[in-house]
């Protein structure tokens, strides 16, 4: 792992955030929580929720948030900015403690996603070194006493990594690199448009090894993977947004076994076109049987059954992006009009927070 010597990008404005507490700890409940960023009367923020939008803590944030990093063994979480993100901000799930803003070094930015590996001990953040073009797994020192500092940083196995996840073996990583060519200078503009590489790869947690490049087949190369969900049974979920025509209808989500070609699902022409080409989200409910995907470009989630990739339903909401495993069989739905939403493939939608007036659920929504 190469260390980087260069100077830190310190937040430190931040750092003297203390979270506001509900009267109710979060640690004393036993109902299902929620961790997700909102932006509210002007303001962006992180909260901790319930199903019904109460919420146990709320972080301030300096810009908009996209996903977090959760470690619920240890009650901390670490909140990242959306793409191109320059701050990271770690907390304590009870609000306890001050955030703490995380060490960004010069020529990288988050791509709004991290994860903790399963010990606790280290931080994996998704960045770009957008003046090298590609992607890296910035490492950081998640360990008691260490405070979070930056020790060094994976290669990401191609470019755009977008969304990190751990692996159910605790020593695998997979990066969803969506392949398109990015620098802050021009927001999120697709510099390479005409040669997108997009990639899932698999990588040692703790050498950054590269253990497996796994590529789409060459029509579909404009098709960008993103975003990535876990089955039952440990099998990887992925959903893609599309860089090409906007009258093509390519399928967007897919599912990959390690040493085995990606599988891709379409579902019905109708839920196909739906989409918008555009997967923002990708769950699965709380049994591992049903995947959830969902799309605020085209209004809808879509379900699949994990075992065969079977379309088994859909339901249309608009401007939503956020869901997360509520039951078996059930999820958890936020949009961008303020709502909250009981959805599931059984049954019509029920409305557990109404849409509320300068409130609005950013893209993810994660299950504590």
Not at 1 to 22: K, N, S
Not at 56 to 64: A, E, K, S, Y
Not at 157 to 173: F, K, N, Q, S, W
């Given at each position: 792992?190469?260390?980087?010597?260069?100077?830190?990008?310190?937040?430190?404005?931040?750092?003297?955030?203390?979270?506001?507490?509900?009267?109710?700890?979060?640690?004393?409940?036993?109902?299902?929580?929620?961790?997700?960023?909102?932006?509210?009367?002007?303001?962006?923020?992180?909260?901790?929720?319930?199903?019904?939008?109460?919420?146990?803590?709320?972080?301030?944030?300096?810009?908009?948030?996209?996903?977090?990093?959760?470690?619920?063994?240890?009650?901390?979480?670490?909140?990242?900015?959306?793409?191109?993100?320059?701050?990271?901000?770690?907390?304590?799930?009870?609000?306890?403690?001050?955030?703490?803003?995380?060490?960004?070094?010069?020529?990288?930015?988050?791509?709004?996603?991290?994860?903790?590996?399963?010990?606790?001990?280290?931080?994996?953040?998704?960045?770009?070194?957008?003046?090298?073009?590609?992607?890296?797994?910035?490492?950081?020192?998640?360990?008691?006493?260490?405070?979070?500092?930056?020790?060094?940083?994976?290669?990401?196995?191609?470019?755009?990594?977008?969304?990190?996840?751990?692996?159910?073996?605790?020593?695998?990583?997979?990066?969803?690199?969506?392949?398109?060519?990015?620098?802050?200078?021009?927001?999120?503009?697709?510099?390479?448009?005409?040669?997108?590489?997009?990639?899932?790869?698999?990588?040692?947690?703790?050498?950054?090894?590269?253990?497996?490049?796994?590529?789409?087949?060459?029509?579909?190369?404009?098709?960008s993977l993103r975003h990535l969900g876990l089955a039952g049974d440990g099998t990887l979920w992925f959903g893609c947004q599309y860089n090409g025509p906007a009258g093509d209808r390519p399928p967007l989500v897919g599912r990959h076994r390690r040493g085995h070609a990606p599988e891709l699902f379409a579902g019905p022409p109708e839920?196909?076109?739906?989409?918008?080409?555009?997967?923002?989200?990708?769950?699965?409910?709380?049994?591992?049987?049903?995947?959830?995907?969902?799309?605020?470009?085209?209004?809808?989630?879509?379900?699949?059954?994990?075992?065969?990739?079977?379309?088994?339903?859909?339901?249309?909401?608009?401007?939503?992006?956020?869901?997360?495993?509520?039951?078996?069989?059930?999820?958890?739905?936020?949009?961008?009009?303020?709502?909250?939403?009981?959805?599931?493939?059984?049954?019509?939608?029920?409305?557990?927070?109404?849409?509320?007036?300068?409130?609005?659920?950013?893209?993810?929504?994660?299950?504590?």
């Amino acid at each position: 792992m190469a260390i980087d010597r260069r100077q830190f990008v310190a937040l430190a404005a931040m750092a003297g955030c203390a979270p506001r507490t509900a009267a109710r700890a979060w640690a004393a409940s036993e109902a299902p929580r929620y961790l997700t960023a909102r932006q509210r009367a002007g303001r962006f923020e992180a909260v901790v929720m319930n199903a019904q939008g109460t919420t146990d803590i709320v972080v301030p944030l300096p810009d908009r948030g996209h996903s977090f990093a959760i470690d619920p063994a240890r009650g901390r979480a670490v909140a990242f900015g959306r793409q191109p993100g320059f701050f990271a901000l770690a907390f304590d799930l009870a609000g306890k403690q001050a955030p703490k803003a995380l060490p960004l070094p010069a020529g990288r930015h988050y791509f709004g996603h991290g994860v903790f590996t399963p010990d606790g001990t280290r931080l994996i953040a998704a960045e770009n070194d957008y003046e090298q073009g590609r992607s890296v797994l910035g490492v950081y020192d998640a360990s008691a006493g260490g405070d979070y500092r930056r020790i060094g940083e994976f290669d990401g196995g191609g470019i755009g990594a977008h969304e990190v996840i751990a692996m159910p073996d605790g020593r695998t990583l997979c990066v969803a690199n969506g392949g398109v060519l990015t620098h802050p200078d021009y927001g999120k503009l697709a510099l390479n448009e005409s040669a997108i590489t997009p990639s899932l790869d698999y990588i040692d947690a703790l050498s950054g090894t590269l253990l497996e490049h796994v590529t789409l087949d060459r029509s579909l190369g404009a098709l960008s993977l993103r975003h990535l969900g876990l089955a039952g049974d440990g099998t990887l979920w992925f959903g893609c947004q599309y860089n090409g025509p906007a009258g093509d209808r390519p399928p967007l989500v897919g599912r990959h076994r390690r040493g085995h070609a990606p599988e891709l699902f379409a579902g019905p022409p109708e839920v196909l076109r739906g989409f918008g080409n555009y997967i923002g989200s990708v769950t699965a409910d709380r049994s591992g049987h049903v995947i959830a995907t969902s799309s605020p470009v085209g209004g809808q989630v879509v379900y699949w059954e994990a075992s065969s990739g079977r379309y088994l339903g859909v339901t249309p909401l608009h401007d939503g992006c956020g869901i997360a495993p509520l039951g078996d069989d059930d999820f958890l739905f936020s949009s961008g009009n303020g709502t909250l939403e009981r959805v599931s493939p059984a049954r019509p939608p029920i409305v557990t927070l109404p849409a509320a007036s300068g409130l609005a659920w950013d893209n993810h929504l994660r299950a504590i």
